[in-house]
């Protein structure tokens, strides 16, 4: 359920679980780090920025190709 909602269409999840620690875990403390986890993965770095779609990308008036 926990990917269903914050998991993204392309993206392939690795959960390892660990002996001992995952096992002794609640149940619903585990969906809680997934959704954390899954939160902090998708969130953009600070001070980064996304690049606009291809529509939104103003166009150049240069030629392409190398310039000299």
Request: charged share 20%.
């Amino acid at each position: 359920m926990v990917l269903a909602q914050a998991g993204r269409p392309g993206w392939d999840y690795v959960l390892i679980g660990r002996a001992g620690a995952t096992a002794e875990r609640p149940f619903a403390a585990l969906l809680e780090d997934l959704r954390q986890a899954l939160d902090r993965v998708h969130r953009p770095a600070h001070g980064t920025r996304r690049p606009a779609p291809a529509a939104a990308q103003p166009r150049s008036s240069a030629p392409s190709g190398h310039q000299r």
